[in-house]
């Protein structure tokens, strides 16, 4: 069974440093998607990146950046030069192309001023 | 507004009674999936629907909860006999059928608080 593991119920960070949120799964599957969505106090669930497990590189968009480690089935999320609206759940998500997505427990993330 | 969007927003509702929930997704979007989420925790998957064909449905899905797609546009998600254990949060995703993406988007979320 696909399964979501994210070890870190919360974590806070400063503004303007550098955070990494914890990600791992179980899957024997070779190809498939990892995701890292955002959830803001309004719940609105927001995709925040997106990895494809067939690419090597890393993805980035704008201050996120993933870790990627296939073998390890490891994705992490890195958020540089941390925003106050950075703060909320992020949930890292797994997907074998158009089922369903199955979710982690989440991390609250908060944003120190 | 081209998100997806789910009515109503909140539902109070007293133990028994039965709720009925709505999703529009974004137009064109074949695909179209139910999740609950409890306090604290991530969603977890209902059911699905291509189309107006129902094809996945989760063991988390009693024989109290239903789901339709008529048309294959919007789609409802009906709650019989409610239980305080229902109360959750109730979201809807669509994606498109296409290989561009493998991405959902998300709708806001009906919460539903049973008393």
């Known amino acids: 069974a696909q399964t979501v593991t994210q070890s870190q119920p919360e974590m806070s960070v400063q503004e303007a440093e550098t955070v990494t949120l914890s990600c791992t799964y179980d899957t024997s599957e070779s190809d498939y998607y990892l995701f890292w969505y955002k959830q803001p106090p309004s719940r609105q669930m927001i995709l925040v990146i997106r990895q494809e497990a067939y690419k090597q590189q890393n993805a980035t968009e704008n201050r996120f950046s993933v870790n990627f480690q296939k073998a390890a089935k490891s994705f992490s999320l890195k958020i540089s030069d941390s925003q106050l609206g950075d703060a909320a759940m992020y949930f890292c998500a797994y997907k074998v192309s158009y089922d369903k997505v199955i979710f982690g427990p989440g991390t609250s993330l908060s944003v120190i001023p | 507004d081209t998100g997806v969007s789910q009515d109503p927003r909140h539902k109070i509702t007293k133990r028994g009674q039965n709720v009925t929930f709505r999703c529009d997704p974004i137009?064109?979007?074949?695909?179209l999936y139910w999740y609950r989420q409890t306090l604290g925790q991530g969603p977890e998957f209902l059911t699905y629907?291509?189309?107006?064909?129902?094809?996945?449905k989760s063991r988390l899905l009693s024989d109290r909860f239903s789901a339709e797609r008529p048309k294959g546009s919007f789609s409802t998600l009906e709650i019989q006999r409610t239980e305080q254990g229902d109360s959750a949060m109730y979201l809807c995703?669509?994606?498109?059928?296409?290989?561009?993406?493998?991405?959902?988007?998300f709708g806001p979320g009906t919460r539903l608080t049973v008393l």
């Open positions: 629907f291509q189309n107006e064909a129902q094809l996945e």
């Open positions: 995703a669509s994606s498109p059928t296409g290989l561009l993406t493998n991405e959902q988007f």
């Open positions: 137009s064109e979007h074949n695909r």
